[in-house]
T-cell receptor, first 112, second 112 residues
Framework: GESVGLHLPTLSVQEGDNSIINCAYS??????FIWYKQESGKGPQFIID?????DKRQGQRVTVLLNKTVKHLSLQIAATQPGDSAVYFC???????????FGAGTTVTVRA | DTEVTQTPKHLVMGMTNKKSLKCEQH?????MYWYKQKAKKPPELMFV???????INESVPSRFSPECPNSSLLNLHLHALQPEDSALYLC???????????FGQGTRLTVV
């Protein structure tokens, strides 16, 4: 599968391969994390979330991993499909805080 | 109803105009947000309303004026905008603090 070790703004992946998108966060107080998918001309769409008392959470074809030691978050997409082409953002928030802050985003392009 | 509805979808306004963006949700969410998103950038938080009271203002210029008439509605009043204010304006809501935010499709604003 395709993967990036550090955050990169773009990721090109072959259809059917696995994708890994990385995100680094800076606020040590953040304890809630979300991955969003944004397609062209649309608002961000929730994919999966994770709280700081967990290090892994799985959804349908997606897995989020959290490494609090190095403040790193990743999203794994299994068997990437053309419909997965979009910009993916990680977002973080701290307890008792409504402020959700977004990372820079990664544009994923799926090759047929 | 699990949607956040924004109107209008597109808006072109002159620098001397006054216009309003509207947002509506019927999920019973107690927090509502305005974000601004420039092309190829992540959403940036502008305002947060919690229980119909303004709880966060991220140092937004006064030419943007938010209003929360009731728990389901959020408006953003625009006056004397500049061309650099052209962007996608996103509304979101969440059931409580530190929770998933649901986004609308956004209003594409162009200031001429």
């Amino acid at each position: 599968g395709e993967s990036v070790g550090l955050h990169l703004p773009t990721l090109s992946v072959q259809e059917g391969d696995n994708s890994i998108i990385n995100c680094a966060y800076s606020n040590s107080a953040s304890d809630y994390f979300i991955w969003y998918k944004q397609e062209s001309g649309k608002g961000p769409q929730f994919i999966i979330d994770i709280r700081s008392n967990m290090d892994k959470r799985q959804g349908q074809r997606v897995t989020v991993l959290l490494n609090k030691t190095v403040k790193h978050l990743s999203l794994q997409i299994a068997a990437t499909q053309p419909g997965d082409s979009a910009v993916y953002f990680c977002a973080e928030a701290a307890s008792n805080d409504y402020k959700l802050s977004f990372g820079a985003g990664t544009t994923v392009t799926v090759r047929a | 109803d699990t949607e956040v509805t924004q109107t209008p979808k597109h808006l072109v306004m002159g620098m001397t105009n006054k216009k309003s963006l509207k947002c509506e949700q019927h999920m019973g969410h107690r927090a509502m947000y305005w974000y601004k998103q420039k092309a190829k950038k992540p959403p940036e938080l502008m305002f947060v309303y919690s229980y119909e009271k303004l709880s966060i203002n991220e140092s937004v210029p006064s030419r943007f004026s938010p209003e929360c008439p009731n728990s389901s509605l959020l408006n953003l009043h625009l006056h004397a905008l500049q061309p650099e204010d052209s962007a996608l304006y996103l509304c979101a809501s969440s059931p409580r603090e530190v929770a998933e935010a649901f986004f609308g499709q956004g209003t594409r604003l162009t200031v001429v």
